[in-house]
């Protein structure tokens, strides 16, 4: 058994490395997912028990094997990960990016990809940074780049700025003063934008050395044939001089191809260093090389192919190329072995123009091919010429690969910068001569030797010689010093060099440069020998060759010097072998070396003699730090030795190069102070010891130079020793003072001569006068240490006199201004270095008196230089010599920001100071810091106040004066308001400075913010330091603002104070988390502190309080909105003080709050301003600013009805005024959340809840402004009716007057109205504009009633009532000949409390759109709230709907109820088209009904004495069309109609339809025939429904009567009903006679024949009726003589079959002509047949409807052939209606013949040109609803069928899908029908999208009235076969009764073969899915 043990403190803490789920099949086991962090409490040995951090919660085990333990830190309570600091800030920053990162991608942000990008780069820079593999300087690397990346980042998502140092880490803001923290801000913003620019750039870059260049040269491969060990020798060599410019560098290049030294394998690099600008600017800079063949005179003949070198790195040094290399030249130059018969010859020369490379602005390795040519007979000099000319090279075929490559800055820096390219091993090739700038340590002592070139004389030889030059280095005695030559870099040291030999050539010209590097100590004595020697072409003869001549050189000149620069031609003279003494080595030291020095003799000695033809052309170049070719210099360091010469020394010194001055500096100040101090003649030397001073400090001061500065400095300070040297600098720099200020001549035209020598001479003093300072302060200093400073005194008055001197310089009128400003510029360093030796407040005075002693006007910028330097001198850190100091530099900052002057300059001082107060080892401040607030606040307040905010200085202004205000303490600010009060300007301050802080936290729109957004730390820092401000100036104002009472600076006061609580950035609860925690931890929150302050400065008003009031109520209301529950206790009381404050305050103006107390009767005793102020603020914040939340409103509400309610006086007027404002925020906050929705129903009820309570409240500015913003919603959407009426309610509060409007009526659209009459004529227009794109003219015609009884009753204005009358005319127009939908209405409940709280459990009646159908309303109701479900049934749900928190929709289709008021129209024979406006509109009650089977009725369930209708009436609060589309539901009842109600119902609908189509057909000949055939045809021959037989059957008989004896009211009606429709039909046959083409005579005569029948029928049992509707001869008596369509398809007019359907209160759409297929509807049965009647009618014309036959069942789903082919009628119902009857075909001899003439009658009719029926409409006219795409098509053609089907009970029945579409009781629209029903009601369909909506069929063409009596003929035929073609013969039709099968287990049984069972289908889940989409 496992043993369970506690886990140490090490193993706490783990992360996932490997998903663990195994949850399910054992609960105890922890699922887990990699990276989860996890607590482990407990382990085991294989297992661990705990849980994840993210759910503490929940608890179990997991293998130890999944678990990576790290080390952990707990902050705040949580496990965090120990990390560095930046990976700690990588996680969270990558946290952070990761959530916006997300909303980018959603949004498709083109930033997405690159934050991508960067945060990869992050994650993999923090793994690099984990693993902890990387060393210190790389770490460092990646630390930098991931905090660019970090920076660029946060830059690029609008984060806030991060603020580090150099290293990265993020700066500690608290530790730094303000102006600093500014600065570095400013940096961040310049990195960022620097990492922004380049990416290449994101490595921070050190500043490369400008004036050292470098040359990394990398030999690859060399192609050529070899047939010998070759020497390259690679220079850089400058095209123009032809001269080389760097060393050389060796690769000893093996015979095989490769490198032949070991150590140059893979190695072929070299350094060329010390490069100046002035050497790449050079215009031909070549890289040449020298090939040098090391072998015989002859090449051998090999049999060897051409040897290619194309990689050196994957070559292999074989021991036979070893053996070759040890062959070759040995490291002393000589033969590797005395035998071995080896020379230097030239093998041929290689270049490459290097200008194209070194001008190209961007570096980086760049492969070259140097294009290589054999010498032939030509020396390497002459073939370089030809290369470099282009001249006779012939063909190259040999080339020289190389990468070359532009490296910045000195060695030092190379080498760090570029470890991996320049090793330790890399050789360096320096520049022959000396760099840019020379650095002190820099030592060198080379002598770069030329062989130039030679003449030699044949003497004995017949042929030209073969001439080798052996060069070496020997001392006096001639003996050889070794390895101190170098043939170039790579090569190490050799002994003797040896020159190429040219076969045959008395004259060679070699051009071989070498370098010489002999120690200095040895240097004096050495000289150069020179060997010469014939080299024979035969190796034996070789052998026995001798040197043949000898020459020499002194490195060392008689005077000290070393050789001279440029050439010398040296003496050769001949060795006689025999007569040749050995043995003396230096035996020709005493011969002349150089043919200058023969001077015409021929000297020799023993065994040398001179060769008077011959010669030797050598060349030097000396490049040394310690030897000098200078006589000058030597001279004057030599001075006591030649003090005759002293003079000429001194003056000869300016003539020195620069170089040789700055390599012996040290000994020439040596030289020159000796002879300061010891010289016998001071007035003759002195001046020109002390200018030749001054020329050293000028040479090193030079740019080329000033690394030597350093060394002047160490000489100062350690070697310098000169004790007495300062008497004598200090006479001599006052004498030069005095000189030059003594009083000048001047010309005759009294200007001033030209500048004098005295005047040049001081401005050389003055210039370079710190460092003679220095020397006088060193040496006084040296002298007191050895005289204790006994003459202190004394010198301390000689140094104040020169001090003197200073002063009196600058006062001196003359032209000195140059000496001036060299004073200003080195005065801070005089006076840090005289502060070792002066009194420094005696000094401090001292530079005071030279800064005042300027003129205001004169070299302003020199002295704000000075006083800028002065700041950081040590001088300045002493507070005694600070105190002198800052108010004298205050003040001249005080000037020139005023002058508005150097205002750069004054920033950074002032910058300068603010830091330097800020540390703290500069002593105490608090004086300082008053000085500074004294003098200089004000000034920088107004300063920054009137910069403009684009420009680059207002930031550090304005961080500036929060510097100042940063170190203010109270009793600076008690010292600075005593002193401004004093002056009288202490209003101004605190009005001026209250402006500043609130521009500063809250610009104005127009104005930039001084501090950027994202400069987070900044920002909060600026707050800190005014939230200080503000508690200090709260005592001000109280202590000198109360009494008397100052409004103005009160009232700036809490706007400041507000405006500064309620500024973004301290709004930590907008921060996501990152940014909350560091905020908190580095500010803390600092909104309870400032708004204590404001509820102070509140109570302190006192009796002045309603001077504030209501001005302070926004903000304050804004304050107390603050979501900080300690914040809003504190000031929510505030207004219940202000309510007291105006309740209490007098009526009368002269009396004061205070007054008021004592005399109740001046009481004002109401709070209305406060009243109207806060429901205006209110609205204006929680609505428009987004402030407040519930929690806000609960808390307001507890707090001010508890001080209402403890309040005698205020108890129910506070009361009820808290309650209000309580309603008016839970309505604003509705509002503001719905405002925002998708929902644009919900918008406009929110808009209109809050219309309808400042309505209420009398509020009639916020009521205007709300009107507007709902007419602007209904705009937006394009219900111009409803804007309309929304106009409206402005003009009902407008009058019919010339009043002046006031500005609460004003309308912003109309700002040029003036009064009310014609802001309400304007108002009517736009009106009646929308009423007329609304098609409500009726409403447009009302308004221009109104307005033409103004026009002619008060203005009198005919010319507009004219114009006025025109248009309403064209309104009368347009509602007889437009084309008008009408409205549908749709009743929707919405239940569940996931709705918001306006909808929650509340019915409303809506009005559609346009043709919208009932699916079509549907899924715009579920779109407009997705998360609904819709309800399946019209039950009332329980409280589990009611009450849970999901969201559930019931909809259905509901008939409006005519006003009773437009009776009027009933029995009027008047057009349709005016009715048919007042039966859907200005309706505010509405119906619908359910048919329902009464078993108690007595009869079969299938009778229709059985089918009752449930009625129910809803009314609404408003009328519809109105200001919305939808009212809510304020009153319904229910009540059930009887079968007999509903017969007669159903007759008088009937008989309305026939009368209404014989108007139509009389008004308007071009109707078509067809409707009114079918309507008669199925009137008097009812085969299908029976027509009013039924009815006869059921209700006309005495046993009913018997049964119903209180019926016989209705019966009797019904009766009567039937009697009236009998002329009705007449005059409607005579008609249709008139009418009927002949194709249709059959027909008519079928009619007369059934009419007589049923006439005689009827006249005999009911009696005979008249009508009023008379035949004439042409016309039918009525009231107009034309029309349009007749409403056929409408509701109260239409309903041609409501007798054999059985329904007179259809609940299908009146006015719906969408196209649709061919739906099974029972309306639609004439469809069915031939005669395609229905669709003509309802749909489209009829030939498109068959074409779109065969199209039909493929949109439409069944499991059977049978459903998708056959196109059988359905019942009047709604979608989700099962069926009440089955449809069943009979045989053809039901139906007369004659109806198949009639049907292609019909057809062609229709499609005639006549006037075309306006309400048959096409596809096109389905407005808003795009088609859907096939993929559509395929999903719906795969859903589930319908979870309710019914079955037939006749056997074989075929389940078609009209079955599906029948009413039934449980219809969520359905309307009355008298089809037969079961009880039980079924199971509702799922919502699919592809159920088939006919709710929306405006109208149905019904059959025969006596449809009863067919349909019971009818019942008993046989119904087993069905014809399913698509085109269908004479059909009839009957109803049968049905039953339903559980929607979990039916089947469907096939027409064709019934044995075959068919497949359940599976209910589908009642969710969002099962909504019904068309």
Request: with cysteine.
């Amino acid at each position: 058994m496992s043993v369970w043990s506690d886990c140490n403190a090490k193993q706490q803490f783990g992360i996932a490395k490997c998903n663990f789920d195994q949850e399910v099949t054992k609960p105890h086991r922890l699922n887990l997912d990699v990276g989860d962090a996890v607590i482990i409490l407990k382990e085991t040995t294989h297992w661990y028990y705990g849980y994840k951090q993210k759910d503490k919660e929940h608890r179990g085990i997991f293998p130890k094997s999944y678990i990576h333990l790290v080390e952990y830190n707990i902050v705040n309570g949580e496990f965090c990960i120990q990390r560095t600091d930046i990976v700690e800030e990588i996680t969270k920053v990558l946290l952070e990016w990761g959530s916006i990162a997300k909303g980018y991608f959603l949004r498709t942000n083109p930033n997405f990809q690159r934050i991508r990008r960067k945060m990869n780069e992050l994650n993999n820079n923090r793994a690099a940074l984990i693993s902890g593999n990387l060393p210190l300087d790389e770490m460092r690397k990646v630390k930098l780049l991931a905090t660019a990346q970090i920076d660029t980042g946060n830059n690029l998502l609008g984060l806030d700025m991060v603020v580090r140092d150099d290293s990265g880490d993020i700066l500690d803001t608290n530790a730094i003063c303000t102006t600093e923290l500014f600065e570095h801000h400013v940096h961040a913003v310049n990195r960022i934008e620097k990492a922004n620019r380049l990416s290449s750039e994101q490595r921070t870059q050190r500043v490369h050395n400008k004036y050292s260049h470098n040359i990394l040269l990398h030999v690859n491969a060399f192609v050529c044939k070899f047939q010998e060990d070759s020497d390259l020798l690679f220079t850089l060599f400058d095209g123009e001089t032809h001269k080389p410019i760097s060393e050389n560098y060796v690769v000893k290049w093996s015979r095989t191809g490769i490198a032949r030294d070991i150590d140059q394998f893979d190695n072929n690099r070299v350094l060329f260093t010390d490069l100046s600008r002035n050497d790449l600017s050079i215009s031909k800079m070549y890289l040449v090389c020298y090939a040098i063949r090391i072998g015989s005179m002859e090449m051998k003949d090999s049999s060897e192919s051409k040897r290619t070198s194309i990689s050196i790195a994957n070559s292999m040094l074989t021991a036979a190329s070893r053996k070759h290399s040890q062959l070759s030249v040995s490291s002393n130059g000589s033969s590797g072995s005395n035998c071995e018969y080896i020379m230097r010859r030239p093998f041929g020369v290689a270049c490459k123009d290097l200008t194209p490379i070194l001008s190209k602005a961007l570096d980086g390795p760049s492969n070259q091919d140097l294009p290589f040519i054999m010498c032939e007979k030509d020396t390497l000099d002459g073939t370089l010429r030809k290369l470099i000319a282009n001249k006779d090279i012939g063909k190259i075929d040999s080339k020289m690969a190389v990468t070359i490559e532009v490296l910045r800055g000195d060695i030092k820096q190379i080498k760090e910068d570029f470890p991996r390219l320049v090793h330790t091993n890399v050789p360096v090739a320096r520049k022959m001569g000396f760099p840019e700038v020379i650095l002190p340590g820099d030592v060198r002592n080379d002598l770069y030797l030329t062989i130039c070139s030679g003449e030699f004389s044949r003497i004995a030889k017949t042929s030209e010689k073969n001439v080798e030059v052996s060069i070496c280095v020997a001392n006096e005695q001639g003996y050889l010093i070794p390895g101190v030559m170098s043939i170039g870099a790579g090569h190490s040291p050799i002994d003797e060099y040896k020159s190429v030999v040219y076969y045959h050539d008395d004259k060679p010209k070699w051009q071989e440069t070498f370098k010489i590097h002999v120690p200095i100590e040895e240097f004096k004595q050495c000289h150069l020998r020179f060997v010469l020697k014939h080299r024979s072409s035969n190796e034996q003869k070789d052998r026995s060759e001798k040197p043949f001549g000898l020459a020499y050189v002194r490195l060392m000149q008689a005077n000290g010097t070393t050789i001279p620069q440029g050439q010398h031609v040296l003496a050769v003279y001949k060795i006689d072998h025999k007569k040749y003494d050995k043995t003396v080595a230096n035996s020709y030291m005493e011969l002349p070396a150089t043919t200058a020095e023969l001077q015409g003799t021929k000297p020799s000695i023993s065994g040398l003699s001179l060769l008077p033809k011959d010669q030797l052309t050598i060349g030097v170049n000396l490049c040394s730090t310690k030897l000098t070719q200078s006589v000058s210099l030597l001279g004057l360091l030599n001075w006591s030795a030649h003090k005759e010469t002293l003079e000429q020394s001194l003056n000869a010194l300016s003539t020195v190069p620069g170089e040789e001055v700055v390599k012996f500096l040290q000994d020439i100040l040596d030289a020159l102070f000796n002879i300061l101090v010891e010289n016998d003649q001071p007035e003759k030397y002195d001046q020109l010891v002390f200018m030749s001073i001054i020329h050293l400090i000028e040479t090193v001061s030079d740019l080329k130079y000033q690394h030597f500065l350093t060394v002047l400095d160490v000489y100062i300070n350690e070697s310098f020793s000169f004790t007495l040297a300062y008497t004598k600098l200090m006479d001599v720099l006052q004498k030069n003072i005095s000189d030059a200020i003594k009083p000048r001549e001047k010309s005759a035209d009294g200007f001033e001569t030209e500048e004098s020598m005295e005047v040049r001479r001081l401005y050389k003093t003055t210039r370079y006068l710190h460092y003679v300072m220095k020397f006088v302060i060193r040496s006084r200093i040296l002298y007191a240490e050895m005289n204790c400073n006994t003459d202190y005194v004394d010198f301390a008055s000689r140094l104040q006199e020169l001090l003197r001197m200073f002063i009196d310089m600058i006062g001196c009128p003359s032209n000195l201004l140059k000496s001036e400003g060299a004073l200003l510029k080195n005065l801070h360093i005089i006076a840090t270095d005289l502060m070792q030796v002066f009194d420094q407040v005696r000094l401090s005075v001292s530079i005071v008196e030279i800064l005042e002693k300027f003129p205001p006007r004169r070299l302003i910028q020199s002295k704000m230089g000075c006083i800028k330097d002065f700041v950081e001198t040590k001088l300045f850190t002493l507070p005694k010599c600070r105190a002198i100091l800052l108010p004298v530099f205050c003040k001249h900052i005080k000037d020139h920001l005023e002058s508005k002057e150097e205002i750069a300059e004054c920033i950074n001082i002032m910058n300068n100071i603010l830091k330097l107060l800020y540390r703290s080892d500069v002593g105490p401040t608090h004086n300082d810091i008053r000085d500074i607030m004294i003098i200089l606040l004000r000034t920088v307040m107004k300063a920054a106040h009137s910069l403009d905010r684009d420009t680059a200085l207002v930031g550090k202004f304005f961080a500036i004066m929060l510097g100042i205000l940063q170190r203010m303490d109270a009793q600076h600010y008690d010292y600075f308001v005593k002193d401004l009060h004093q002056r009288g300007e202490l209003k101004e301050f605190v009005i001026d400075i209250l402006l500043v802080f609130t521009e500063l936290v809250s610009p104005s729109p127009h104005q930039k913010a001084v501090f950027p957004r994202d400069w987070m730390d900044m920002i909060m820092h600026q707050n800190t330091v005014i939230l200080g401000a503000l508690q200090h100036l709260s005592i001000v104002i109280m202590d000198y603002f109360l009494t008397p009472f100052e409004k103005q600076i009160w009232s700036n006061f809490f706007q400041c104070s507000i405006a500064f609580l309620v500024q973004s950035p301290l709004q930590l609860n907008d921060f996501n988390d990152n940014k909350r925690q560091i905020v908190f931890a580095r500010y803390r929150d600092i909104r309870k502190d400032t708004a204590m302050e404001i509820r102070k400065m509140w109570f302190q008003l006192g009796q002045h309080k309603p001077k504030f009031v209501p001005q302070l109520v926004e903000p304050i209301l804004e304050m107390s909105m603050m979501p900080e529950t300690e914040l809003r206790r504190e000031t929510i009381p505030i207004f219940f003080d202000m309510m007291q404050c105006e309740y209490y305050s007098s009526r009368l103006e002269l009396e004061s709050y205070g007054d008021t107390k004592n005399n109740n009767t001046h009481h004002k005793g109401n709070f209305t301003e406060f009243k109207t102020a806060m429901i205006e603020k209110l609205d204006i914040l929680i609505g428009a600013k987004g402030k407040g939340d519930a929690e806000y409103k609960q808390l307001f509400e507890e707090i001010m009805m508890e001080r209402c309610s403890a309040h005698a006086t205020l108890n129910l007027d506070g009361s009820s005024f808290v309650q209000m404002v309580t309603k008016l925020m839970d309505k604003l906050l509705e509002y503001r959340f719905i405002i925002q929705d998708e929902s644009k129903e919900n918008r406009m009820a929110c808009t209109f809840s809050l219309l309808q309570f400042y309505s209420e409240v009398d509020l009639k500015e916020m009521y205007i402004r709300y009107v507007y913003k709902l007419c602007d919603l209904h705009m937006e959407f394009e219900n111009y009716t409803e804007a309309a009426f929304t106009l409206k309610l402005h003009t009902q509060l407008l009058r019919w007057t010339d009043t002046e409007l006031s500005p609460q009526l004003r309308s912003y659209r109309h700002m040029n109205c003036r009064t009310h009459r014609e802001l309400k004529e304007t108002l009517f227009f736009e009106i009646m504009e929308y009423f007329d794109k609304g098609k409500q003219w009726e409403c447009a015609i009302d308004m221009c009633k109104i307005l033409a009884q103004q026009y002619e009753e008060e203005i009198f204005d005919y010319i507009k009532l004219a114009e006025l009358l025109k248009r309403m005319a064209l309104f009368f127009e347009k509602i007889l000949k437009e084309l008008r939908h009408t409205s549908e209405y749709f009743r929707v409940c919405f239940y569940g409390r996931g709705f918001p709280r306006l909808l929650q459990n509340k019915v409303y009646i809506f009005r559609g759109k346009d043709y919208e159908r009932l699916s079509d309303f549907c899924t715009r109701m579920l779109v407009q709230h997705p998360q609904a479900e819709v309800m399946q049934t019209l039950e009332a749900p329980g409280k589990d709907i009611t009450q849970s928190d999901g969201q559930y929709i019931q909809v259905n289709k509901v008939e409006p109820i005519m006003d009773a008021a437009f009776a009027k129209f009933n029995e009027k024979i008047i057009s349709n088209e005016i009715v048919k406006y007042f039966t859907s509109n200005n309706v505010q009650k509405f119906q619908f009904s359910r048919p329902f089977r009464d078993s108690t009725s007595g009869g079969p369930m299938d009778d229709v004495r059985s089918l009752w209708l449930e009625r129910t009436e809803l009314v609404t609060s408003f009328p519809l069309p109105g200001i919305l589309r939808w009212f809510p539901v304020i009153d319904s009842h229910t009540f059930k109609i009887s079968p007999l109600e509903r017969a007669v119902e159903i007759m008088k609908d009937t008989n309305k339809g026939i009368r209404q189509l014989v108007i139509l057909h009389k008004g308007d000949e071009s109707l078509h025939i067809n409707p009114l055939s079918m309507k008669l045809n199925g009137i008097v021959d009812p085969a299908v429904m029976g027509g009013f037989a039924k009815y006869e059957e059921a209700f006309l008989t005495d046993e009913y009567l018997e049964q119903h004896p209180d019926d016989k009211d209705l019966i009797e009606e019904l009766k009567d009903l039937i009697a009236s429709q009998i002329p009705l039909l007449e005059i409607a046959i005579m008609l249709h006679r008139q009418k009927a083409p002949d194709s249709l005579k059959a027909l008519q005569e079928h009619l007369e024949n059934c009419f007589t029948d049923m006439q005689q029928h009827v006249e005999s049992r009911y009696g005979r009726k008249s009508c009023d509707l008379k035949m004439d001869r042409d016309s039918v008596v009525m009231r107009r003589t034309n029309s349009f369509l007749p409403a056929l398809f409408d509701g109260s007019c239409n309903r041609l079959s409501e007798t054999s359907m059985g329904s007179s209160d259809s609940g299908l759409s009146k006015s719906t002509f969408l196209p649709r297929p061919q739906t099974n509807s029972i309306k639609s049965t004439l469809a069915s047949l031939s005669f395609n009647a229905r669709p003509s009618l309802m749909h489209s014309p009829s030939t498109k409807s068959s074409k779109n036959k065969e199209k039909t069942p493929a949109k439409r789903r069944s499991m059977k052939k049978d459903r998708e082919t056959l196109s059988l009628p359905v019942a009047n119902s709604q979608w989700y209606t099962p069926p009440l009857s089955t449809i069943t075909s009979t045989p053809e001899k039901e139906i007369n013949t004659s109806i198949t003439s009639l049907a292609s009658v019909s057809n062609s009719s229709l499609a005639g040109p006549k006037t075309p029926d306006p309400r048959v409409l096409t596809e096109e006219l389905t407005s808003k609803r795009p088609l859907r795409s096939e993929k559509d098509k395929e999903r719906r053609l795969s859903r589930p069928a319908s979870i309710a089907t019914p079955t037939a009970t006749i056997k074989n029945f075929v389940d078609t899908r009209s079955l599906s579409e029948s009413s039934n009781r449980n219809s969520v629209e359905t309307t009355d029908s008298t089809s037969e029903e079961d009880i039980r009601p079924p199971p509702l369909p799922a919502k699919t999208r592809d159920s088939t909506d006919f709710t929306s069929l405006t109208h149905s063409l019904d059959w025969n009235p006596n449809g009863y009596a067919m349909l019971n003929a009818l019942s008993n035929t046989s119904t087993s076969s069905i014809t399913t073609t698509t085109t269908m013969t004479k059909t009839s039709i009957t109803n049968t009764t049905y039953e339903y099968l559980e929607a979990t287990n039916f089947s469907l049984i096939n027409a064709q073969d019934s044995n075959k069972p068919r497949p359940p289908t599976p209910p589908p889940k009642p969710s969002r899915n099962s909504k019904h989409i068309p």
